[in-house]
């Protein structure tokens, strides 16, 4: 199935007017990659790969990297969740990505080379204020930060945002906005697992008009993209949790 609606990709705000500061480059190399894999994906193999591909690239293929941090929580919910989003994401789109995440901390080196960070588990996220530093330089340097509530994560990532970003609060992305067209076109965030039977919410920040970061509240995707077994959820339902993932790859990749 082809998108019903693609962005065109523009510079990220800022660079065109100043220089990339050093911590700032890696992430710029790995979006301008992924982005000419996008236009290789688009124009269906007409262009050689190997000719769209920025020289300074150091990783071809698109990786998302998982969030490991303090605190209790089980950062590391739901083991088949990511490598299956990639795999998936890879088969319908045409972009080449790796076969699992990267795992990262916020002291992480290669931080900067992955244009997603993944946030997930169902306790505490313990981030002392160094590792919010980076975090908020890692979103201004272009980054993109989805949380997923894997149930009992709320009220944790809600403090972590208020610490984040004292003057500003999550707001509803409603079915508006474009992370729901990014690549599939869907009526809004998909309810995965029951839980307390509340509706399926998306959440953001919004930072000069670009969403930096992305919180499904009460939807469950990790749970919906794992093994079929792990779960037993009937099709349609791990369809409509894949067709999310993959509308929130594609936005990070994409969002200008």
Request: charged residues 20%; contains cysteine; negative net charge.
């Amino acid at each position: 199935m082809l998108p019903t609606q693609r962005h065109q990709y523009q510079p990220r705000r800022g660079r065109t007017e100043s220089p990339v500061s050093p911590p700032q480059r890696p992430i710029a190399r790995a979006i301008a990659g992924a982005i000419a894999l996008v236009l290789v994906a688009l124009l269906g193999g007409m262009v050689d790969p190997a000719l769209a591909q920025p020289p300074t690239l150091e990783a071809p293929e698109v990786r998302i990297a998982r969030l490991r941090y303090g605190g209790g929580g089980d950062w590391y919910c739901d083991p088949s969740s990511l490598p299956n989003w990639l795999r998936e994401f890879q088969r319908r789109t045409g972009i080449p990505t790796a076969a699992s995440e990267a795992v990262v901390t916020l002291d992480s080196e290669d931080l900067y080379r992955y244009p997603l960070l993944y946030v997930s588990g169902h306790g505490r996220i313990g981030l002392d204020d160094a590792e919010l530093d980076e975090l908020r330089r890692y979103l201004a340097a272009g980054g993109f930060l989805y949380a997923d509530d894997n149930y009992g994560l709320d009220a944790s990532f809600r403090e972590l945002i208020s610490r984040l970003y004292p003057d500003r609060e999550l707001q509803p992305v409603d079915s508006s906005h474009s992370i729901y067209r990014a690549y599939y076109d869907l009526p809004g965030l998909p309810k995965i697992h029951v839980h307390d039977g509340h509706p399926a919410q998306g959440f953001g920040i919004q930072i000069d008009g670009r969403l930096v970061v992305y919180y499904s509240w009460s939807s469950d995707i990790g749970d919906g993209l794992e093994d079929p077994e792990v779960h037993g959820n009937p099709p349609e339902v791990r369809e409509a949790a894949i067709r999310m993932a993959c509308n929130i790859l594609m936005y990070a990749l994409t969002s200008p």
